[in-house]
């Protein structure tokens, strides 16, 4: 559960400030799957690294599953990253070189987990992505971009985290490989999984539940849709 | 992460440049082989000079003319040089120092040596039948110089194994020979065991005489170059030393010991002495290995540099999801030390080669020992977390953000 409480962020230059949060508000339950959509500019990408625990907000409280994560130290945001968020990014960011199953690992390194134990997880999370098992020891930069962002979401599943936080992830794909993934999203979040959406098209936020918008740094319309 | 984790992190980073990651070890190599091989030709001199001056015998004191103490090592420079010493005064230590267990006086000069057809420069030593006992030294074949040789000015020589090589040939039996030392005839009644002795002097190439043969015969005066005294024990080199001083004071009507016409040093003397030019050699030697040591430290850290600039986006990913600072530096930090510690590995395995092959091809001895590989390791390692120590922490403070946009 998210509970985001008048959220503002402010950069400061030499001797101007630039607001670009001006006091967001908004809930994400559980097992919801919405879209934060806007222009560029719009101030969605400083939002989308407040909700992902990369940033934290000048002012107002951020709540993730009942833990305020607004006032935490680097560490602390660490732990939350590891924890509770799985990043999906536009350009997959893979370890080139490595195979596709170390990469979907990757995470659990962290939390310490053992060898055998993360690469059965990761076995798992690509399976729930429909990636094909025979692809599970190639070298990630020999995949497709299809298969490569469905790599990515399954290292963003595999610390099975209460949130799974997708920036762009159809920017760098063909309509017809954005669609599969897209369709992966759909497939998880019918499983339970939590997933926020970032994008500037409307067709991907189409696919989403819940539609916020956001224009200069504010919350313009926050519509639900009927699932279809 | 785990220990393990992190050593295959490192390992497939590594492996992922290998010809980046081997030049960049090269550079470790180099130094680390240097400096094992720099030091080893150090310590090898002080070893093959330190023996020679305990090869000589043990417990020993020397007599020399004309030098203040603590100039230098001249022990063998000024031999023969100044005429103080003469034959009275090494009477007179025997005589008077009664805890001298041997006293051997010694006139050496170098003379030119004949025998039938063959002649060879070598140096010829007056002494006394103790020299033997002092010097460590046994005979071979005959018999040495004896009391009654000495008080009746015998024309007799023992010979050294080089310098009967020299003037008979190898394996001849030299005993009954006659040879010529500056046109006077000597007959040659023993011959010494080799000793393999190399450094100031080589005990192996040398002619020894009666000393009053020597004095009469050779150098036509009564001095002597050189007084050797035996101790019976350590312990009892400090009084020798202090009577044999006072005793010479005495006698040659010296009344401040600053002016004094001779030099009493005993064994330790000369060995630190010895020691401490050599070991300032080693030190020369090591400093230089040491900067090359340097140079691939260096390289190191601008690899190390390189490698946080190419994975920024890597390092941006592994922290969003979820790696600590203090998990990104440890990460680089291993990454270097492991390139220094292999680097260090094979630069210790190479200097000993080197080591070995300078000594069998007999430039000079050398002598490789266990502090030195041990401080080559500790300093491969060392240089592995100066050198990696800024680059891992750049790579640790990285903003993930910026990271990831990273082009």
Not at chain 1, 18 to 45: C, H, R
Not at chain 1, 179 to 184: A, K, Q, R
Not at chain 2, 106 to 133: C, M, W
């Amino acid at each position: 559960m998210i509970v985001l409480d008048k959220i503002t962020k402010t950069y400061f230059n030499a001797d101007e400030e630039i607001p670009v949060l001006k006091g967001i508000s908004f809930t994400i339950k559980d097992g919801e799957y919405v879209a934060i959509m806007g222009p560029s500019g719009s101030g969605k990408s400083t939002l989308m690294h407040i909700l992902g625990a990369l940033d934290t907000p000048t002012n107002g409280s951020y709540l993730l599953d009942n833990q305020d994560v607004s006032k935490l130290s680097e560490k602390e945001l660490a732990h939350i990253r590891k924890d509770k968020i799985g990043f999906v990014f536009q350009s997959f960011n893979l370890l080139p070189r490595s195979t596709v199953i170390r990469n979907v690992a990757l995470p659990l390194i962290y939390s310490r987990v053992s060898k055998e134990e993360r690469t059965e997880r990761a076995r798992q999370a690509l399976l729930s992505t429909g990636l094909p098992e025979d692809r599970f020891s190639h070298l990630s930069n020999q995949l497709s971009g299809g298969q490569m962002q469905r790599v990515a979401i399954a290292r963003a599943l595999v610390t099975n985290p209460s949130l799974i936080l997708a920036d762009e992830p159809t920017g760098n794909l063909d309509t017809a490989t954005g669609e599969l993934v897209l369709d992966t999203f759909k497939q998880l979040n019918d499983k339970g999984h939590t997933i926020v959406l970032i994008t500037h098209e409307r067709d991907v936020a189409e696919h989403a539940a819940r539609i916020i918008y956001i224009k200069d740094g504010s919350v313009l319309r926050d519509e639900a849709k009927k699932r279809s | 992460m785990k220990v393990t984790d992190l050593l295959e992190e490192t390992y497939i980073a590594l492996s992922a440049n290998k010809a980046r990651s081997a030049l960049t070890i090269l550079g470790i190599v180099i130094g680390i082989a240097s400096v094992i091989a720099m030091t080893a030709i150090g310590q090898g001199a002080q070893s093959t000079i330190q023996s020679s001056i305990t090869s000589a015998g043990s417990n020993l004191l020397y007599v020399t003319p004309g030098q203040q103490r603590g100039v230098g090592v001249q022990v063998s420079a000024g031999r023969g040089s100044a005429q103080t010493l003469t034959q009275e005064d090494a009477d007179a230590i025997q005589r008077e120092v009664t805890l001298a267990k041997n006293v051997s006086p010694e006139l050496t000069r170098r003379y030119q040596v004949t025998a039938k057809g063959t002649n060879t420069n070598t140096s010829v030593i007056g002494t006394t039948f103790a020299y033997p006992d002092v010097h460590n030294m046994q005979v071979d074949q005959g018999s040495f110089i004896t009391d009654a040789d000495v008080k009746s000015q015998s024309r007799v020589a023992v010979i050294g194994p080089t310098t009967r090589d020299d003037l008979f040939g190898t394996d001849a039996n030299p005993i009954g020979s006659t040879i010529k030392i500056n046109k006077v005839e000597f007959r040659i009644i023993g011959m010494t065991v080799a000793k393999g002795g190399s450094g100031f002097s080589n005990p192996d190439d040398a002619i020894y005489v009666p000393i009053s043969t020597a004095q009469r015969y050779l150098a036509g005066d009564k001095y002597v170059s050189n007084i050797s005294v035996q101790a019976n024990d350590a312990e009892s080199m400090a009084t020798i030393q202090q009577q044999i001083t006072e005793l010479l004071l005495q006698r040659h009507k010296i009344s401040d010991p600053l002016q004094a016409d001779f030099t009493v040093m005993n064994q330790a003397d000369i060995l630190a002495m010895a020691s401490s030019v050599t070991g300032t050699l080693t030190i020369l030697l090591a400093s230089i290995a040491g900067i090359s040591l340097l140079v691939g430290g260096v390289g190191i850290m601008n690899m190390m540099l390189t490698n946080v600039t190419e994975r920024t986006r890597e390092i941006g990913l592994r922290k969003a999801i979820g790696a600590e600072e203090s998990d990104i530096s440890m990460q680089f930090l291993i990454e270097s030390v492991m390139l220094t510690f292999l680097g260090g590995a094979i630069g210790i395995i190479l200097g000993w080669v080197l080591a070995f092959g300078v000594q069998y091809f007999g430039f000079t001895t050398t002598k490789v020992t266990w502090d030195t590989v041990l401080l080559a390791f500790g300093v491969s390692a060392l240089i592995g977390i100066v050198f990696g120590y800024y680059p891992a922490r750049r790579a640790s403070k990285l903003n993930p953000i910026q990271a990831l946009r990273f082009e």
